[in-house]
């Protein structure tokens, strides 16, 4: 990778793409409080890491067309928001993703006639901002049962993985999502099922799902759908799992 400029972009929520209508990221952040607990023998301060958090906000144009923002963000649910973030549309590229609660739906009209909003989104799911990789190509379509593109991570890594699936339709049928895994890209050690979401019937899109799975995660990885469906649109994004992480997946 190398430096990039801010295009082009995708922005999800909830299974809807509105990468159409929003018009930019404010603030994608990860803020850990710094706790001072400095003892009486000391003559400088000693901090302490707090809880990790994780906030997005951003601006829109209002649209009100079906599966455009207004229909995605006009019910502020209670429940959690699935957000994801890709920075490019390539497998590889940068993705932020948070299990969040939807704040606000704040709406301004300028006097240029401008009808814009803002939202914002804080973590909610005991789970701080993960910044992730996308498995695949940004959004993509696979009309019946595939086998996605694989990705190389150069060598296996030993801390689990957290996946996030974001649909944004199915046609018809049931789709199920599956991150498999291979140690030499299916040459000789077949891929196999890493993590799988929760199976999606049509009338069940747009929706969203995180998921993890535990232990040594083999160097390639890719995705692939099973069951019985056509056009299912989709995007899944990635992150491997670390030593330092506070929680293991």
């Known amino acids: 990778m190398a430096k990039s400029v801010g295009f082009p972009q995708q922005f999800f929520i909830g299974g809807y793409d509105v990468s159409g209508d929003v018009g930019a990221l404010e603030r994608v952040s990860s803020p850990v409080p710094m706790l001072d607990v400095t003892a009486i023998n000391k003559s400088a301060v000693e901090r302490l890491q707090g809880l990790a958090d994780g906030q997005i906000v951003f601006n829109s144009w209002f649209n009100d067309a079906a599966s455009q923002e207004h229909a995605a963000l006009k019910g502020l649910v209670t429940t959690d928001r699935i957000v994801l973030w890709a920075l490019g549309g390539s497998i590889g590229s940068t993705a932020a993703g948070l299990v969040a609660k939807q704040m606000d739906y704040a709406f301004n009209r300028g006097p240029d006639g401008a009808l814009a909003l803002s939202v914002e989104t804080l973590g909610a799911s005991g789970v701080a901002l993960e910044w992730m990789e996308m498995l695949t190509a940004g959004k993509i379509t696979h009309a ?39 140690s030499d890209d299916g040459v000789g050690d077949p891929f196999a099922a890493k993590a799988t979401f929760t199976a999606v019937a049509a009338a069940s899109a747009p929706t969203a799902e995180r998921i993890t799975a535990t232990g040594t995660v083999e160097r390639y990885l890719r995705v692939a759908t099973t069951g019985t469906f056509t056009t299912a649109v989709f995007a899944i994004a990635i992150r491997r799992g670390t030593a330092q992480d506070r929680i293991a997946y």
């Open 144 to 182: 019946s049962a595939t086998n996605g593109a694989s990705q190389d991570n150069a060598a296996s890594s030993a801390s689990g993985i957290a996946a996030i699936l974001e649909v944004v339709s199915l046609a018809t049928g049931t789709a199920t999502f599956v991150v498999q895994e291979s």
